[in-house]
């Protein structure tokens, strides 16, 4: 059928990362691999085991491919982790159990090597030591290729997709995204998901449009299909019509015309109308944002998420490997300060580590939950962040903080931490502040005691926002009820911002609340001290703070939690986002 033929289809989603995207849909089925079991007869056996030999020299190609790739972009270190899975892949022991397995049981191929791997999984992870345990993700890796190879299913590489490609899933975690290949993917959709899932934040930080939440796209686009993907609204176009592209091409040269208007504000001090200063600090990932932080004129980072470092080197990062990543930060942002949260495993971001098989994944072992009991782990990234503290203004900040007795916990490791250095003759900053994310709702009920503890807090509106509602950042069933204008919401952050007022310790918003145009003001009259945002939304914030004035900031705030409802309270927000700005707005 010629394309002008096709219908036009609109599909509904969350819209998660703004912009447009207009491209050739790949649909990802990552978790798809169903592994066939059938019963094989005695004269086949030799068969099955050929089978074998072939797949794992199809899939020892398909990791030296890789492996030399990574080794010519990022170096023979960051390689090591697939010399590793060479070697499981071509571990003795393991085929022969799968060999002897397939003549004993007279089952095909794919079922006893997962039969096998399976076997190898549990007995790895039951293991007290920590390098061994690690190897519970190689194994599972190699496994997954080995029998994408077997089965003969198509795996799709999004580290290697063609141009102009929009990426249809199920889902995408954080790992997906860090191995796509950014500058030909120009979007994603997901079926699951909300608007704060790790992946959706990265991908507004990359500037990659994407919506969530679609149910079923996966099962309505296929791959090959033309679609628009609006990011702004949330909607996939599958079949756009000229007319449909037409008016998107307008719309997209009004918003240019206004992020220009925006821009301006860059090179502006980051105050209210009457002066009134708020710091723009910069939420990153890793060294590679700091260029866009730097260009947007931040005021520092004021989240550097260090599980991107663990993500991309897809295992537990070795103390240099991190300390050349802190120091390098530390350095760019010269006199500014830079806040490094302590490793935030879990939840959504588990590095393929059985550590992380859980039911409730955000309300279990993460954190510095985690890291409490993995001191290895710990202790090497307080001493990385420790010495990069030598090269410029680093603060440390603990994740998942839930009591006191927590954060002393952290503090007595980071004590020892210290000493150690002392005794090595390791230069670092002896006052180093330590502050405490405030995220768990119990945290948000003691907060005079933290705030007594603590050099600075900083509120993770995304997590606390779950936590307190119940609500799972990212199940697309209930993402309705993520709701941050509820008045349960409002006074809570009130009352923490209050709390540290009043405890003489600065507060600091750095959930993706912080980054939204029609709660900033809202912060700001709070009398939160700073606000960390992803780079690409600070323009708009700056532009938007220095408009208002302080005393209206905080009639907003009293007017705001004087309504009871949140449909009140976002009314308010937004015909005060219009009377700020509202001549802009398209
Ligand atoms: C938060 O929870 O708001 C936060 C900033 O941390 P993360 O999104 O990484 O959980
Ligand atoms: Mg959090």
Excluded: W
């Amino acid at each position: 059928m010629p394309e002008s033929d096709k219908k036009e289809v609109i599909l509904e989603g969350i819209p998660a990362s703004p912009g447009v995207a207009h491209g050739t849909a790949l649909v990802y089925l990552q978790n798809q691999l169903e592994i066939p079991s059938f019963e094989i007869e005695e004269a086949q056996i030799d068969d099955e085991i050929e089978r074998l030999d072939q797949a794992i020299l199809a899939t020892r190609s398909e990791i030296t491919v890789v492996r030399n790739k990574v080794a010519e972009s990022l170096g023979e270190g960051e390689a090591a982790i697939f010399d590793a899975h060479l070697m499981v892949l071509e571990d003795s022991a393991l085929i022969s159990e799968v060999t002897t397995e397939v003549r004993k049981s007279k089952k095909n191929v794919e079922q006893c090597y997962n039969d096998v791997a399976q076997r190898y999984i549990s007995f790895f992870s039951s293991m007290e030591d920590e390098y061994l345990k690690e190897r519970v993700s190689d194994i599972r890796d190699v496994t997954r290729r080995l029998l994408h190879n077997l089965i003969g299913s198509q795996k799709v590489d999004l580290g290697d997709i063609q141009s102009d490609t929009i990426v249809i899933s199920e889902d995408i975690t954080p790992s997906d995204t860090a191995d796509m290949d950014r500058t030909k993917l120009l979007g994603f959709a997901t079926d699951m998901g909300g608007k704060t899932s790790h992946s959706v934040i990265m991908a507004r930080s990359l500037q990659i449009p994407a919506v969530v939440g679609m149910h079923d796209a996966t099962k309505r686009i296929k791959s090959g299909d033309q679609i628009l993907l609006d990011g702004h609204d949330g909607i996939i176009v599958i079949n756009p019509t000229e007319d449909r592209l037409f008016k998107y091409g307008k719309l997209a040269t009004e918003r240019r015309k206004l992020d220009k208007i925006y821009h301006t504000a860059i090179a502006e001090p980051s105050e209210t109308k009457d002066g009134s200063p708020i710091a723009l600090m910069a939420n990153i990932e890793g060294a590679q944002d700091m260029e866009g932080a730097l260009e947007m004129n931040a005021d520092g980072v004021g989240l550097f998420r260090t599980e991107g470092i663990f993500l991309r080197h897809h295992g537990y990062s070795s103390e240099e490997v991190q300390y050349e990543e802190y120091a390098a930060v530390a350095k760019a942002a010269g006199e500014h300060p830079v806040i490094i949260r302590t490793l935030d495993v879990g939840g959504d971001k588990t590095i393929g580590d059985e550590n992380f098989k859980e039911d409730n994944s955000f309300m279990g072992f993460r954190a510095i939950r985690f890291c409490l009991e993995n001191l290895g782990v710990f202790k090497s990234q307080l001493r990385a962040i420790l010495r990069a503290s030598a090269f410029g203004n680093v603060k440390i900040m603990y994740p998942m903080i839930s009591g006191l007795s927590e954060l002393r916990r952290a503090n007595e490791v980071l004590e020892s931490v210290k000493q150690e250095l002392r005794e090595a003759g390791i230069a670092f900053d002896g006052d180093i502040d330590v502050g405490t994310m405030v995220e768990v709702p119990s945290a948000a009920v003691i907060i005079d005691l933290l705030a007594a503890e603590a050099d600075f807090l900083s509120i993770g509106t995304n997590d606390l926002i779950q936590y307190l509602m119940a609500v799972d950042r990212l199940n697309d069933r209930v993402a309705h009820l993520y709701d941050p204008s509820h008045p349960a919401v409002l006074r809570t952050l009130k009352s923490i911002i209050d709390g540290g007022i009043r405890a003489n310790t600065p507060v600091s918003i750095c959930g993706e609340l912080a980054g939204d145009p029609m709660f900033a003001a809202l912060l700001l009259g709070m009398g939160a001290s700073s606000l960390s945002l992803t780079s690409s939304s600070l323009p708009e914030v700056k532009y938007l703070i220095r408009q208002i004035e302080m005393k209206e900031a905080q009639a907003l705030v009293n007017d705001v939690l004087q309504s009871n409802s949140s449909e009140k309270s976002m009314e308010l927000l937004e015909s005060f986002r219009k009377r700020a700005i509202g001549e802009l707005l398209v």
